[in-house]
């Protein structure tokens, strides 16, 4: 997603007003007996968007834009839990042959893109042809798209787009019937097909608009979404206008057995209105840690997502063993709701990088030696305040897959990592750290983000490091900087997350798949054993045979360690009391067309703020 990960393909262009300004954009009437004042969700993003293009885009400030302008196939019912896929673009959900191989899918009829210049002025209807067309983009050699492993050697026939790309090539795999009619054939059995038919990097785009704008074509977002873009700062701010045009969707909730008891509130309310609620949404950028806190608690953001372990003091309780709002921010009627999120904070090492890469026992025992000096209870107590569990595996709790009784046999435990060292050659040279088994010196140089919080992660790998006798260097970046020069194998090691795209456990251990070398897999791991295991189990639903390949392959994990597990973490996420219908879903990254506000408690509380 997972986890999502920056990727920034597009040149900056500074300030760029697309689609139209928010001033002059028709407005979504508000529903009767409602006030007359337009609704607006105020809202931020973690890090800066890159280009808005569903095939080439890949970090999670984008995915969140991106799934409210474009349309996959399917998406996540809101409330249902476990989760639950339903229909979006189609009248039902696809019919699938007995052997799993064939799926047709029936479009809804009338659903029409945003106005572009590149439609001369008409209407334009989404039809079958245009799902056909934006799928085969993913295999286009000059995107480059992150996201052509969901569909790479799964579609039937589809070796020949990889041979000479056109998307005049037609392929048994990809199909439109008629007008309305999808079909799409798998060479093999996929259980997770339909998961990756309900994210961004699979929603119909236009062959009009990717041809008009090329390259640009991220920087003219034209989809079908509940939302549109108008005024677009970069970096800075992004304005979604409610789309006027957006096809009639009404909200059904789940059978109740299916709603957990804390969301049956917001299924009642949310029952039968149509969506989206709000009129517009102001998306700020907010990449500092206290700016987002400070402007939550001013009442600038109806709600705060993931509360930075450091500002974990200024909202929340000392005094308790589980998290809980201060009084004074009770009082004024803000909600907590603890979120166990389906996310994997890893720290991976280039397995090509000359230093600490390859598959060699002196390399491996560095590598583990690395793994064996982080102290994830220190990380846990002290920089993640409590809200994370120690990682055990690439999965977290709660996808298809996890077994919460493995436990990694890698620990912290320095004495371990010093004597690895030695055995290997790995001698303390004199200038106090260690120097390679052929006496040249040893530094190691990681990648890290210039924020407060990455100056702390910095300094618990130093401390770490150092005690055994290891010398690291840290380089500051942009995380969209990183990883793009992580796709091309310059980073030796680099922390970072991956949050499910859908929620079962392929989506995590393709992150270490050889073939995605370059793409999602930064480490470039690639070692037969486990890529036959893999291949193996991502044809399996979640089978004890499966069970059983994934214990195997996370053993090859641990044994010649690509990564450092460090945690999953438990989300603190916050509320305003004026935002209503507000749940957080495991997989998608937003729920602003589910969000309603009350005007006037907004204007009422916010005015009373000192």
Known sequence: MAGNMALKWKRALGTAVLALAAAQAPIVAAAPGTAAAPKVLHAFLSTGETGLDPAVASDIATLALLENLYDPLLRYDYLARPVKLQPNTLRAMPQVDQAGLTYTFQLTPGIRFTPDPAFKGKPREVTAEDYVYSLKRLYDPELKSPWLFLLEGKLAGDGALKTRFSHATAIPGLQAVDKYTLRIRLSAPDPNFLYYLAMPATAVVAREVAEAYGSQMGNHPVGTGPFLVGEWKRSDKITLLANPDFRATVFHAAPA????????????????????????????????????MLGFLNGEFDYIEQVPESMKDMVLRSDS???????????????????????????????????????????????????????????????????????????????????????????????????????????????????????????????????????????????????????????????????????????????????????????????????????????????????????????????????????????????????????????????????????????EFTNWRYLDLDVAERNQLTKMAP
């Open 257 to 292: 057995a299916g709603v957990p008891p804390e969301s049956r509130a917001a299924a009642a309310a949310l029952e039968g209105r149509r969506l989206p609620l709000v009129d517009r949404i102001e998306v700020k950028i907010m990449e500092e840690y206290q700016s987002r």
């Open 321 to 587: 063993a589980a998290p809980e709002l201060k009084p004074e921010l009770a009082g004024k009627g803000m909600q907590l709701s603890p979120f166990p999120v389906l996310q994997t904070y890893y720290m991976w090492m280039n397995m090509e990088d000359p230093l600490i890469g390859g598959y060699g026992k002196d390399k491996v025992a560095l590598r583990r030696a690395i793994a064996l000096s982080y102290n994830s209870a220190e990380d846990v107590a002290l920089l993640k305040k409590g809200l994370a569990l120690p990682a055990q595996s690439p999965l977290p709790p709660n996808v298809l897959g996890y077994d919460p009784a493995y436990r990694s046999p890698i620990a912290y435990n320095p004495a371990l990592a010093r004597a690895l060292l030695d055995r290997y050659g790995y001698r303390i040279g004199k200038h106090g750290y260690r120097t390679l088994p052929n006496g040249q010196p040893l530094l190691l140089t990681m990648h890290s983000e210039p924020s407060m919080v990455g100056r702390l992660r910095d300094e618990l790998w130093r401390k770490g490091l150092n005690a055994i006798g290891l010398q690291v260097q840290f380089k500051s970046d942009k995380k969209t900087e990183i990883i793009k020069a992580s796709r091309l194998g310059k980073v030796m090691m680099f922390e970072t997350n991956w949050i499910a795209d859908f929620p079962d456990g392929d989506n995590y251990l393709q992150l270490l798949y050889g073939p995605n070398s370059g793409r999602a897999n930064y480490a470039r791991f690639n070692l037969p054993e486990y890529n036959r295991r893999y291949e193996r189990a991502r044809q399996l639903g979640d089978t004890p045979e499966r069970r059983v390949l994934y214990r195997e392959m996370k053993q090859l994990i641990h044994a010649y360690n690509p990564w450092v597990l460090l945690t999953h973490p438990i989300s603190a996420d916050i509320r305003q009391p004026w935002l209503k219908n507000y749940i957080r879903h495991p997989v």
